[in-house]
T-cell receptor
């Protein structure tokens, strides 16, 4: 059974703390993504990666960075957490695009981060 | 600027009736569309997809319709069941690149 695993389901951090959110997929997918979900705003793309060591900014990269040292692992880093980063964070993976029917995104269960 | 829009934040339907969820997009380059279902405290799960070369795709109780000229797609659920109560997101991509998601529609199916 295919799986995307996010290391922490619930986290509570203080303002200014460094936060690591880890994501691992076992499907040998090339593409990995980090989204955040907020009420009324849907899923917004933070960063994505099409290959190891490669990263691209999404729509809302400010305040975040990522790391992809291995194909199966994609980490989201909040260098100095702020209250407006309280959100549900969702990791996803997919096969490399083929220019047409690209198949689906597989999501992890999400990490609910609260920044106090 | 939101490239994929779901203008109805919520929808309530009686069990057994049809649920119709709508989605509009602005980017004419989008060629692949998906619908996801999300329960609280869980990640979204894939429901159904459609390529721009088609105008309809069916999978059991779920049918997605695509109107390219209107840049509109819709998801029909027939018959609706209480277990269908969830938030539904539409998503679109162009040439296999990143997916853009709508803001979601919360569906409640009333027993």
């Amino acid at each position: 059974d295919v799986k995307v695993t996010q290391s922490s389901r619930y986290l509570v951090k203080r303002t200014g703390e460094k936060v690591f959110l880890e994501c691992v997929q076992d499907m040998d997918h090339e593409n990995m993504f980090w989204y955040r979900q907020d009420p009324g705003l849907g899923l917004r793309l933070i960063y994505f990666s099409y290959d190891v060591k490669m990263k691209e900014k999404g729509d809302i990269p400010e305040g975040y960075s990522v790391s992809r040292e291995k194909k199966e692992r994609f980490s989201l880093i909040l260098e100095s957490a702020s209250t407006n980063q309280t959100s549900m964070y969702l990791c996803a993976s997919s096969l490399a695009g083929t220019g047409g029917n690209t198949g689906e995104l597989f999501f992890g269960e999400g990490s609910r981060l609260t920044v106090l | 600027d939101q490239q994929v829009k779901q203008n109805s934040p919520s929808l309530s339907v009686q069990e057994g009736r049809i649920s119709i969820l709508n989605c509009d997009y602005t980017n004419s380059m989008f060629d692949y569309f998906l619908w996801y279902k999300k329960y609280p405290a869980e990640g979204p799960t894939f429901l159904i997809s459609i390529s721009s070369i088609k105008d309809k795709n069916e999978d059991g109780r779920f049918t997605v319709f695509l109107n390219k000229s209107a840049k509109h797609l819709s998801l029909h659920i027939v018959p609706s069941q209480p277990g269908d109560s969830a938030v539904y997101f539409c998503a679109a991509s162009a040439l296999g690149n990143q997916f853009y998601f709508g803001t979601g529609t919360s569906l409640t199916v009333i027993p």
